[in-house]
């Protein structure tokens, strides 16, 4: 076992709780963009009401492009950005008017109506109550080298929990579900602890040497859907998902495939904690 994979099976804490209330962001401007949706009917079909299904698959389009372009707007350019409140990840998008630029029949599909628009679309910032409520806590607040944690955890829906480690270099361990338990399922109301009651994984504080004697703040984030969500695949690194600090595919994937999700139907917290010299 190397030795960075060593210090992210033995992580360490300080008790520092937040319940997943978001903080309200500035209005953002609307953005117009330019869709096209396309929609096919049979011979029986008005074509009106086809045309009518294509408009609104080119307004659904609109407020995906224009969604996506507010996130990239707001980049995340590191994996520190996993611990923080996804506000982001829950902006939706609002019609706000409609201008028509083309419509028309296939020329070698008769059945085939498409449809161009430009659309203003207004992003809509998620409201303080939505999501599901999580409760994060760890078993000590504090810790010194060689000490012993568990991470104890509660939602109230069945849903699936994902636990990540932020390190204080950055490096962020998706520490559940692993290759040794992949079964990430917890039922509303019930308490649960990581690792679990039998596991062979410890998590214990272990400093990296850069930091010498100065404390250590490095955080855990809960991310809890209603349903299975193929957040991360695989395990490379062996028991664990490991990205180091310069990588940027975890935040930015977690956030794209979180803003896709219905906002009631996920939620986060986030624990901070400190390795004491």
Known sequence: ??????????????LMVTLAVRPSPAEEAPVWVEAVGEAVGGELDPPREVMA????EAKRKAIDQAVGSFLRSHTLVTNAQVAEEMTFARVKGKIEKVEMLSEERDRTDPNLYRVRLKVLVKPVMPQDAEGLQVRLDLSRSMLREGEEV???YQVNA??????????????VTLLLPNSLHRDNFIRATTGA????????????????PAYGDRPVQEKIKLVATRR????????????FQVYDATSTAL???LARRLNQLDPADWGDAVAVYTIAP
Not at 196 to 203: A, F, V
Not at 228 to 239: A, C, I, T, V
Request: proline share 6%; hydrophobic share 50%; aromatic share 10%.
């Open 228 to 239: 299975k969500e193929m957040l991360l695949e695989g395990f490379p690194e062996g028991m």
């Open 150 to 152: 568990k991470i104890l």
């Open 251 to 253: 935040v930015g994937d």
């Open 158 to 171: 069945d849903c699936h929990v994902y636990l990540f480690s932020i390190a204080a270099d950055n490096s």
């Open 53 to 56: 299904r294509a408009a609104n």
């Open 193 to 208: 602890v990581f690792p679990p009651e039998g596991s062979p994984i410890r998590l214990r504080a272990r400093r990296l």
């Open 1 to 14: 076992m190397n030795r960075k994979l060593l210090f992210l099976l033995l992580i360490s804490w300080v």
